[in-house]
């Protein structure tokens, strides 16, 4: 498939996605085999202010210069995401993936619908915060990264901690659309949008991206000739040289974001 960028758009801050309760049901995405690659790194204990318990995982060298709070896609804590976590650990990062499913992996869309709508925002973000806590505690500056859900999730960590982040990747993960909410943000954003997808469709990205503008936010999207959740290996919309084009595109980002 071709790719196909938009003109990169920078303009003074980010935007937010919340994850509100229309969920792409329809789409084919049927989680497949697991990978049976070695994982890296391990699980570990976190706690929230309010000490709710929760499981991280965790990879990457303690000595890294940059930290990654990464989300997992509304499949929950899958090993494609641990082996995921494992790259962007062997790209200099210490790596934070916690599970906001407590240990669920659902098996369908119409399971994966309903954790995802029953989760409780404020707690996430406070499993969020625990995450940004460590890096910060650490002397490690922040990155955020997630898919889908996920996607949704770290704009939900940047409205509710606007200082920590030194910026923000969302692949495909619903828009905000609410100026008010997105003149919170501090982090420049880097959208990845699929063209094909039925849920995330490109009328809401461009709604979206008028709403950065008027809230003055600094953000950046591409645009692939691909459908929903193109880059999870997991998913029948994979599509590996888009995806790893698309993880180009983050890792440059990533790099000019650091300061």
């Known amino acids: 498939m071709a790719i196909n ?3 990169s758009i920078l303009l003074a801050g980010l935007f937010l996605a919340d994850p509100g309760t229309d969920v792409p049901v329809k789409e084919t995405h049927v989680l497949r085999a697991e990978t049976g ?4 790194g391990r699980m570990e204990t976190l706690y929230t ?3 709710q ?6 990879t990457g060298s303690q000595d890294a210069e940059r930290g990654l709070l ?16 494992d ?6 990062f210490r790596v934070f993936a916690p599970d906001l499913y407590d240990g669920r992996i659902p098996r369908t869309s119409r399971a994966a619908a309903r954790i995802m709508q029953a989760i409780d925002q404020p707690l996430a973000n406070s499993k969020m915060g625990a995450v940004l806590d460590v890096m910060a505690q650490a002397g490690i500056q922040a990155f955020a990264l997630g898919w889908c859900f996920g996607g949704g999730q770290v704009l939900q960590g940047g409205i509710a901690y606007p200082d920590r982040l030194q910026a923000i990747a969302i692949y495909y993960g619903r828009p905000e659309l609410r100026e008010s909410r997105l003149a919170r943000l501090r982090s420049p954003v880097l959208g990845i949008w699929a063209v094909q997808d039925g849920w995330i469709t490109p009328q809401r990205v461009e709604s979206f991206a008028k709403a950065l503008a008027k809230a003055g936010r ?3 999207f591409h645009h692939f000739d691909a459908g929903h959740a193109f880059a999870n290996p997991s998913g029948d919309h994979y599509d590996s040289a888009l995806a790893r084009e698309a993880r180009r595109l ?8 650091l300061r």
Do not use: C, M, N, P
């Open 250 to 257: 983050t890792e440059d980002f990533f790099d000019r974001a």
């Open 49 to 51: 202010l309010s000490r």
């Open 70 to 85: 990464l989300v997992h896609e509304w499949w929950g804590l899958t090993e494609h995401l641990k082996v995921e976590a």
């Open 53 to 58: 318990e929760f499981q991280v995982y965790v």
């Open 87 to 92: 790259y962007w650990a062997s790209r200099g």
């Open 218 to 220: 600094e953000y950046e």
């Open 37 to 40: 690659t070695s994982i890296a």
């Open 5 to 7: 960028f938009t003109a």
